[in-house]
């Protein structure tokens, strides 16, 4: 479904993807794990044609992305930071969104899931860090799309909220979906992934299922095998 390509991007004097190569197939849950700092958003980004790679081409379903707009209606995307203008509120900005995009969309379901019916009418600026994520997922989940590009989904939320997005996703996946993630959140990865690939000086690390890392680096905790991995590459 997606394929990058010998994709190079530097900001300044900074190398952050280095002729990096992946193919995610169509269909699952798959993760793009990495240090801070490793190029994951800058990689989901230059999907989305928000940074520009110096070298190399990214194919989405078989086409280019490069210089082009439409592919983007059949993606669903929630950024990693989420700047809403803080005096409009919460049902301000869903109907702002809803009427940007030309797609039938069930916010309501997902307000009642995050428990949200009582903010609807409360200014954005008011709100703490994880009630805001809660409408960003409201935003990201509401429209019907065959790929969902997830940038640190759980950053702020509380346990019965990440319960909720993990059973989301999950769903989501049942019904066919492609969903892209990054989190630090290892538990998460640990029951949803189907497949990981591990960010490291812009190159891809490691690809494969979790059960492939744990056997590859000797390991049986996620965790563990994770780090495992980066200290062989540093020892
Ligand atoms: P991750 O999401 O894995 O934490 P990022 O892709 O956000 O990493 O960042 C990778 C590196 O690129 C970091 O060192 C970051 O500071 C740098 N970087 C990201 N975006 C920009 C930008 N617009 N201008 C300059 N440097 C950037
Ligand atoms: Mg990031």
Redesign the pocket.
Same mark, same amino acid.
């Given at each position: 479904m997606i394929e990058f390509k010998k994709l190079h991007k530097k900001?300044?004097k900074?190398i952050?993807l280095d002729g990096l190569d992946l193919h995610i197939a169509k269909g699952g849950i798959f993760a793009v794990l #990495?240090?801070?700092?490793? #190029?994951? %958003? %800058?990689?989901i980004k230059s999907l989305l044609g928000m940074v520009i790679p110096n070298k190399g081409d990214i194919f989405f379903n078989g086409k280019s992305v490069l210089k082009k707009w439409d592919y983007r209606n059949d993606l669903n995307y929630l950024p990693?930071i989420a700047n809403f203008p803080p005096n409009l509120t919460v049902i301000e900005l869903i109907n702002m969104v809803k009427n940007l995009r030309p797609k039938k969309a069930n916010e309501k379901e997902l307000i009642e899931l995050f428990g949200l019916q009582g903010f609807l009418q409360k200014k954005l600026g008011t709100l703490s860090g994880g009630t805001k994520q809660k409408v960003n997922l409201v935003l990201t989940f509401m429209f019907d799309s065959e790929l969902i590009i997830l940038d640190e989904p759980t950053t702020g939320l509380d346990p019965i909220a990440l319960i909720h997005l993990k059973d989301l996703i999950q769903k989501e996946k049942d019904k066919g979906k492609t969903i892209l993630i %990054?989190t630090h959140i290892m538990s998460v990865v640990d029951e949803l992934a189907d497949e990981i690939v591990f960010?490291l000086d812009g190159k891809i690390y490691f690809k494969g299922s979790i059960d492939a890392l744990k056997k590859q680096t000797n390991n049986t905790n996620l965790e563990r095998a994770i780090a495992n991995l980066i200290s062989k590459q540093y020892a």
């Open positions: 900001f300044g900074l952050v #990495g240090p801070n700092g490793s #190029g994951k %958003t %800058t990689l990693q %990054t960010l």
